[in-house]
């Protein structure tokens, strides 16, 4: 057989080759396109906080959490610095992530003595305190809010003569945003959940027992698929932490089911 027979490529594999990339290069176009116009949906005037938050999330996961703590300060500043932002359930997300950087690193860094680890739990009480009223609040404010309710509540704030909207749909991102809402009422009571579970850890390290199961049971009234939740109440009772079953790991829980 010459060498070159080696490369010779069959018709029907052209075809197949050809129908593939054909495949891939639309998908790659819709992709592009379809998040280009997400983006331009989006809200322009806290575009920096969402961009901040995205790159907290991709640096943090451990005990030197904290060292990204910058990167929230100046994302809260920015939510803050709008009336119709200034107590959004992102503020609360941004309080929560606080507290979990400070609980890691009060349970994980094995160069502090008791008096720092004390003072880091109370710390990191004092956010996830702050984070469940923020949620608390929230869901009081917008939780059965229909969508109609929103885009009139919202609309105010969406000034078209604002240059920051220049170039942009304000209908686009007033809608966009009522859409966010709307999501939050399903993901809000999930993400207080958490913060209660994260208080309830914390009560568990300072040796208050009674306190830690009462905030698991109501993390676990809230979102009962809490596993972090499900896990650590199991440990405080004197059991084994829950390792997800194989059905959960293929298929989670659908976060925008109600």
Known sequence: MDFRDLFVVS???????GIT??????????????YRRINLSEDPRV??????????????????????????????????????YEHSFETGVICNNRCSGLLLMALYDSTLNSENKAALLQLSMDYCDSSISVYRKWISEWGDMSEEAIAVKMKPYMNENDAIFEG??????????????????????RRLSVSYTNKATIYRHMLK??????????ALSLWKDNRTARSNMSVLMGGEPLEPKLIEALFPPDKNKK
């Open 11 to 17: 018709r029907g594999t052209k075809t197949v080759l």
């Open 21 to 34: 990339l054909s495949v891939v290069l639309v998908t790659v176009l819709f992709a592009f396109f379809y």
């Open 47 to 84: 575009e920096k906080a969402r961009r901040l938050m995205s790159e907290y999330d991709l640096q943090t996961g451990g005990a030197d959490s904290y060292l990204s703590f910058p990167l929230l300060d100046s994302a809260l500043a920015v939510y803050r610095s709008f009336p119709d």
């Open 168 to 189: 942009r749909s304000i209908r686009k991102i007033l809608e966009r945003r009522v859409k966010n809402i709307a999501q939050a009422q399903t993901e809000t009571p």
């Open 209 to 218: 027992q009674d306190s830690a199961l009462s905030y698991y049971e109501k």
